[in-house]
């Protein structure tokens, strides 16, 4: 797959947490608005001040497409595969593009439960992929809260 640049100063923080398996959001200090993917500087006031912080890492589908046809080379062998809007439990319900992986994809719905799984692409690559999470399990971390 090709692969996101990690030299960026805008999102060179966000890769360095995925690589510590923590999930982070970008927060506008000045308005206190979530934004995710990101960027330098916030859509709804303006500021250029930005906090980074962290999700617990779950969430639910918002919306999903499968992919059947090779659109990029490196995906030939993976189809048909989802790509996936997951609105996070926490960071202001934060949206972020993922995949939903260890589901067939006719079993993908609205508002599904996932949490984030870490894929270790390469030494200096981790990407947060989700996965569904039992009902069950949701409460008991709810719970725990
Ligand atoms: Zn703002």
């Known amino acids: 797959m090709p692969r996101p640049r990690l030299d960026d100063p805008d999102t060179l923080p966000f890769w360095a ?19 995710f993917a990101p960027v330098p500087l916030c859509y709804r006031c303006r500021s250029w001040d930005t906090d980074w912080v962290e999700s617990a890492g779950r969430g639910r589908v918002y919306t999903w497409t499968v992919t059947h046809r090779v659109i990029q080379p ?20 934060a949206l972020i593009t ?4 260890d589901i067939d994809n006719d079993r993908l719905r609205p508002d599904l439960a996932v949490e984030v799984i870490w894929d270790e692409v390469a030494e200096d690559l981790t990407l947060p992929r989700f996965r569904p999470v039992a009902e069950s399990d949701r409460k008991k971390a709810n719970n725990a809260h």
């Open 17 to 35: 947490a995925c690589r510590e398996h923590r999930l982070v959001v970008q927060q506008c200090a000045n308005c206190g608005t979530y934004r």
């Open 74 to 93: 490196a995906t030939a062998s993976a189809r048909p595969y989802n790509t996936a809007v997951i609105e996070l439990d926490d960071c202001g319900g």
């Open 98 to 101: 993922s995949n939903v992986l």
